[in-house]
C-alpha cells in the first residue's frame, strides 16, 4: 500500500519568494509515480507536475519543480516566483506504478497563503 | 477542447434517498476515476473504470455505492439509501493512458 505525508497544513509565504512544500511517500513498489494537484479556493483540482521513480532528472513545469530524492522517499514542490494566483491547497499524490492507468494515493495537503 | 463535466453541481438530499451522480470524462479519455473529498477522510479513492469495466473497485465504502459506465464514456455513481456521512464533494477524473489525471469540478452532495 501507498501512503502520502504532508507535514505543513499551512504556509504563509511573500510574494515573489520561493516556496518549498514538503512531501515524502511510502512504497514497497520499485515502480510508481508522483504527482502534484493545486486545488484553488473554487475546488477544481490542477494538475501541475509529474514524476516517475525511474525518472533520473527532477522534473519542471514553468515556475513548478519538483525535487526528488529517492533515498529519502520526499517529493518537494517547489515554486519560484510566487504570485498571488499561487494561494491554494497543493495535494502530493502517488500512484502504483510509473506507467499505466492507476488510482491516486493522496496526502492531506498543504494550504498555501501568498501574503502581497 | 472540453473538459470533464460533472452533474449536478450540488445535491441536497434527504436521508435514506437515493441519489446519482453523472460524469462526463474528456472524449477518447479510456480510464475513469471516481474519488471523494471531505473533510474528516481527505480525498479518498473509490472506483476506477478502463473502459466499460472496473479492474479497481476497492474504494467503494460499501455495497450502498455502485458505478457503471457505458459505451466508454459516462459514468454514473450511485449511491442508495444515503446516509449523513455520504456528504461530501465527489470528483470525477478521466486519463488517457498513464500520467496526469484531469478531475472535473465535482458535485457537492448534501445529505440531511
Known amino acids: 500500500a501507498q501512503k502520502i505525508t504532508q507535514t505543513q497544513p499551512g504556509m504563509f509565504v511573500q510574494e515573489k519568494e520561493a516556496v518549498t512544500l514538503d512531501c515524502t511517500y511510502d512504497?514497497?513498489?520499485?515502480?510508481?509515480?508522483l504527482f502534484w494537484y493545486k486545488q484553488p479556493s473554487s475546488g477544481e483540482m490542477i494538475f501541475l507536475i509529474y514524476q516517475g521513480s525511474y525518472d533520473q532528472q527532477n522534473a519542471t513545469e514553468g515556475r513548478y519543480s519538483l525535487n526528488f530524492q529517492k533515498a529519502r522517499k520526499s517529493a518537494n514542490l517547489v515554486i519560484s516566483a510566487s504570485q498571488l494566483g499561487d494561494s491554494a491547497m497543493y495535494f502530493c499524490a502517488m500512484t502504483a506504478h510509473s506507467f499505466g492507468n492507476e488510482k491516486l494515493t493522496f496526502g492531506t495537503g498543504t494550504r498555501l497563503t501568498i501574503i502581497p | 477542447g472540453a473538459g470533464v463535466s460533472q452533474s449536478p453541481s450540488n445535491k441536497v438530499t434527504e436521508k435514506g434517498k437515493d441519489v446519482e451522480l453523472r460524469c462526463d470524462p474528456i472524449?477518447?479519455?479510456?480510464?475513469l476515476y471516481w474519488y471523494r473529498q471531505s473533510l474528516g477522510q481527505g480525498l479518498e479513492f473509490l472506483i476506477y473504470f478502463q473502459g466499460n469495466s472496473a479492474p479497481d473497485k476497492s474504494g467503494l465504502p460499501s455495497d450502498r455505492f455502485s458505478a457503471e459506465r457505458t459505451g466508454g464514456s459516462v459514468s454514473t455513481l450511485t449511491i442508495q439509501r444515503t446516509q449523513q456521512e455520504d456528504s461530501a464533494v465527489y470528483l470525477c477524473?478521466?486519463?488517457?493512458?498513464?500520467?496526469?489525471?484531469?478531475f472535473g469540478p465535482g458535485t457537492r452532495l448534501t445529505v440531511t
Open positions: 512504497t514497497s513498489d520499485p515502480s510508481y509515480g
Open positions: 477524473a478521466s486519463s488517457l493512458y498513464s500520467g496526469e489525471q484531469y
Open positions: 472524449s477518447g479519455h479510456t480510464a
